[in-house]
C-alpha cells in the first residue's frame, strides 16, 4: 500500500513543472527524533497539493536524510525543479554543522531557496516585544501564573467551571495564538475571576498558600499596570491572531502576506498613534495620575515600535521572493507608469530558468490590461490566465506564478502531521517499525488521494503479489 502511494505521488512530482519541500522535527513516544517530509507542488488539475512523503527517522544528520529522499524523487536532469525548502528556523536544521541544512540542499539543488517559516517569524517578533522590556516580561509570566494556578489542582479547576464557566487557555512561548486567547479570556472575565479568588478565599478547604495565592491574584487583577497591559494587549493580539491563522493556511504565497503584513503594520501603527494622541496638554509634577498617564503612553510606544521593527526586519523578503512585487495587483498601475526592472533582475538572478527578455514583454502587457487590475495575489492571477487559456501566451508568467505559488511560506503542514504521528505509534505501540509507521501514516494523511488512484487494491495486490519473499517468519520458543 506504501509503495504504490508514494508511486502515485512520484508521478505527480515528476509531472509538476516546479516542487517545494516542507520539513519539521518532533520525537515519537520512543524518543526517536521523527522528521515529517512534505512536498508542495501545483498538480496536473492546477491545484495546489502539499503531500505528505514520510516520516524519516534521525539519528545523525538531517541533511544526509533529506538528501537521500531527495535523490528518489529527481533525476540529474530535473534537480532544477525543486524551487525552495521550507523549515521552521530551529538550530538543528538551520545551523546543522558547517553552512547549516539548507545550505547542504543547495549545493545539489541551486534551486532550492531557503525559506524561514514565516509562522516562525512572526511568534519571534512577539517573544522580542515580550522580552526586551521587563515589565512586559512580568505582565506575561503573571498571566501565565493565573492559568496555572487553576490546572494544578482539581478543586480550583472545580470552582472556576463553577462560577467562571470557562476554562483558561495555557500560554505558550512559541505559540501565540495561545498567549492571544488567554489575553481575551482574562480581560473579558475579570469581574467573575475576582469573584471566583474570593471564593476560594472564603473557603475552609484550602490551605494557607493557596489562599494566598488567590488574594495576590486578586490584588494583581485589581494592580492599574496590569490592567494596562491587559488592555493593551488585548487590542493587539487580535491583530496577531489574524496574521497568525493567515500563515496557517496552504493557498499561501509571498504576495498574500506582504498584503496581510501591511495590513497588521498599519494596525499596530494605529494602536501607537491613538495612545500617542492622549498625551496630556498639561504636565503638573506633583500629579501622580498624569506621570502614570505618560508612563504607560511611553510603554505602549515601546511595546509598539519593538513589534513594527521587528516585523519590519523579520519579514523583510529575501532575493528570490522580491519578484512577488512584480505581481501585486495594488502596485499595476505604478509598474505601469515605472516597470520594475530591479525586482525583475532579483527574479531573473534568482530564477535562470525564466526568459527575463519574454517574462518583461508579458508583464508589460499585463500591467496596461484593466482585466488584470483587481487580481489580488499570485493564486487569482494564475486562475485568470487559466480560465482565459492564456498559459501559452504568458508561458513565463505562468512560470513565475508557479514558483511562487509552490514556495510554501510556512511548515504548518509538516506541523499538521505531528498528531497523527502520536495517535498512530502510542504508547502500546512504541515499537513500531518505520515502515509500518509510514504505511498507516500515510493511509491517515493522504487517504483522499488513495481514494482517487484507480483499482488501488488490485495495484497493492500485484504488488504483494511480485515479492520473492513474503512470508512472515515466526520463532518459537
Known amino acids: 500500500m506504501l509503495a504504490v502511494t508514494r508511486e502515485r505521488i512520484v508521478e505527480e512530482v515528476k509531472s509538476a513543472r516546479f516542487v517545494a519541500i516542507q520539513a519539521d522535527e518532533t520525537q515519537d513516544i520512543s524518543a526517536q527524533s ?145 498567549s ?20 476560594i478565599r472564603s473557603a475552609s478547604v484550602f490551605d494557607g498558600t493557596t489562599v494566598r495565592e488567590a488574594s495576590g491574584f486578586t490584588r494583581m487583577l485589581q494592580d492599574e499596570e496590569f490592567q494596562f497591559f491587559l488592555q493593551l494587549f488585548h487590542q493587539i493580539m487580535p491583530h496577531v491572531n489574524t496574521l497568525y491563522q ?20 498599519s494596525n499596530v501603527q494605529a494602536i501607537r498613534d491613538q495612545a500617542q494622541q492622549q498625551v496630556p496638554k498639561t504636565e503638573d509634577v506633583h500629579s501622580r495620575r498624569v506621570f502614570g498617564e505618560k508612563e504607560k503612553q511611553m510603554l505602549c510606544k515601546a511595546v509598539c515600535d519593538t513589534i513594527l521593527t521587528h516585523a519590519t526586519q523579520r519579514f523583510s523578503f529575501t532575493d528570490h521572493l522580491v519578484s512577488a512585487t512584480l505581481l501585486q495587483g495594488h502596485m499595476f498601475k505604478d509598474h505601469r507608469r515605472r516597470f520594475p526592472v530591479e525586482a525583475l533582475n532579483i527574479a531573473a538572478r534568482a530564477y535562470p530558468m525564466l526568459n527575463t527578455a519574454q517574462l518583461k514583454t508579458e508583464l508589460s502587457l499585463i500591467y496596461d490590461s484593466p482585466e488584470f487590475k483587481g487580481c489580488c495575489g499570485a493564486t487569482a492571477l494564475y486562475q485568470l490566465l487559466l480560465v482565459y487559456d492564456l498559459q501559452e501566451t504568458f508561458s513565463e508568467t505562468v512560470a513565475l506564478l508557479n514558483i511562487l505559488i509552490a514556495t510554501p511560506m510556512t511548515t504548518a503542514e509538516a506541523e499538521r502531521r505531528f498528531p497523527t504521528l502520536k495517535r498512530i505509534k502510542a504508547f502500546l505501540r512504541n515499537t513500531m517499525g518505520q515502515e509500518r509507521l509510514n504505511a ?21 495486490i500485484d504488488k504483494f503479489a511480485a515479492l520473492k519473499d513474503r512470508q512472515a517468519k515466526f520463532q518459537y520458543r
Open 34 to 178: 521523527q522528521l515529517a517530509l512534505v512536498l508542495r507542488y501545483i498538480d496536473g488539475n492546477h491545484s495546489v497539493q502539499e503531500r505528505f512523503f514520510e516520516f524519516i527517522p534521525i539519528s545523525e544528520s538531517v541533511s544526509s536524510a533529506i538528501l537521500e529522499r531527495l535523490e528518489t524523487l529527481f533525476t540529474n536532469d530535473d534537480r532544477g525543479k525543486l524551487i525552495a525548502q521550507a523549515y521552521d528556523g530551529a538550530s538543528v536544521r538551520q545551523g546543522e554543522m558547517v553552512g547549516g541544512v539548507q545550505q547542504k540542499v543547495r549545493e545539489h539543488y541551486e534551486n532550492a531557496h531557503y525559506v524561514h517559516s514565516y509562522a516562525h517569524e512572526l511568534n519571534l517578533v512577539m517573544q522580542q516585544a515580550t522580552s526586551n522590556i521587563a515589565a512586559v516580561r512580568v505582565f506575561f509570566s503573571e498571566l501565565g501564573g493565573i492559568a496555572s494556578f487553576f490546572t494544578r489542582s482539581p478543586k480550583h479547576i472545580a470552582i472556576l467551571d463553577q462560577v467562571v464557566a470557562q476554562r483558561l487557555p495555557t500560554v505558550s512561548s512559541t505559540r501565540w495564538n495561545f
Open 180 to 199: 492571544s486567547g488567554i489575553v481575551s479570556t482574562v480581560y473579558l472575565n475579570q469581574e467573575v475571576l475576582m469573584e471566583c479568588f474570593e471564593v
Open 246 to 265: 493567515l500563515l496557517q493556511r496552504k493557498a499561501i504565497n509571498a504576495v498574500i502576506i506582504q498584503q496581510a503584513l501591511h495590513t497588521f503594520t
Open 440 to 460: 498507516l501514516a500515510m493511509l491517515s494523511m493522504e487517504r483522499e488521494l488513495i481514494q482517487n488512484i484507480p483499482d488501488f487494491n488490485e495495484s497493492v
